[in-house]
């Protein structure tokens, strides 16, 4: 199967800062990858379309101002989290669908902001 | 609004017997429906997937069941394996190629040796 990666796969900042995660399809190029967030003991809750080439697709309810995306290439999509705050202290997972038509998912990264 | 609802947080089975995860859903919008498996600090790798023209789809051990009238689907797993331990999410899209996952809250299913 296809292999996304992420990176870092933890990352703790203070309050105020902010942080980037990247996600990168290894093995296939990806003109759409997704971004996810898990708080514990919940479900995968999907935040934002990436999109290479052009602006990403954010879902309701999640701030595109907090949550910058950057589709830089075909196999690189960033996560910025912006002025981040404890209560975005959570794993945040990327998935790109490859050419075999599944979607394979990142193996995560988790962020604890103090 | 919780759209895709696995109630059972957890279940323990024997090796060897048949392990079955149950999961619910709401919008009747949906039409393609899949199991994710995932382990500790890993993301969900994909098990298997239906789409709302069928019932039933087989692969290996893993068989998933659509009632589409009842708005609810299973994975069963048959014979369950320790290997199988994990948390199991199914995910509910309008369209297999949107790509754009519902996910369930995810049962932890632990395989007893």
């Known amino acids: 199967g296809a292999v996304v990666s992420q990176h870092p796969s933890w990352v703790i900042c203070k309050s105020g800062t902010s942080v980037k995660i990247e996600c990168r399809s290894l093995?296939?190029?990806?003109?759409?990858m997704f971004w996810y967030r898990q708080f514990p003991k919940q479900s995968l809750m999907l935040m934002a379309t990436?999109?290479?080439?052009?602006?990403?697709?954010?879902e309701q309810g999640v701030e595109k101002d907090k949550f910058l995306i950057n589709h830089a290439s075909l196999t690189l999509s960033t996560l910025t989290v912006t002025s981040a705050h404890p209560e975005d202290s959570s794993f945040y997972i990327c998935?790109?669908?490859?050419?075999?038509?599944?979607?394979?998912f990142g193996p995560g990264t988790r962020l604890t902001v103090t | 609004d919780q759209q895709v609802k696995q109630n059972s947080p957890s279940l323990s089975v024997q090796e060897g017997r048949i392990s079955i995860l149950n999961c619910d859903y709401t919008n009747s919008m949906f039409d393609y429906f899949l199991w994710y498996k995932k382990y500790p600090a890993e993301g969900p790798t994909f098990l298997i997937s239906?789409?709302?023209?069928?019932d039933k789809n087989e692969d290996g051990r893993f068989t998933v069941f659509l009632n589409k009238s009842a708005k609810h689907l299973s994975l069963h797993i048959v014979p369950s394996q320790p290997g199988d331990s994990a948390v199991y999410f199914c995910?509910?899209?309008?369209?297999?190629?949107?790509?754009?996952?519902?996910f369930g809250t995810g049962t932890r299913l632990k395989v007893l040796a």
């Open positions: 093995d296939f190029q990806a003109t759409t």
């Open positions: 998935s790109a669908p490859a050419p075999d038509y599944e979607q394979y």
């Open positions: 239906i789409s709302s023209i069928k």
């Open positions: 995910a509910a899209s309008r369209g297999s190629g949107t790509y754009k996952y519902i």
């Open positions: 990436s999109n290479e080439g052009s602006k990403a697709t954010y």
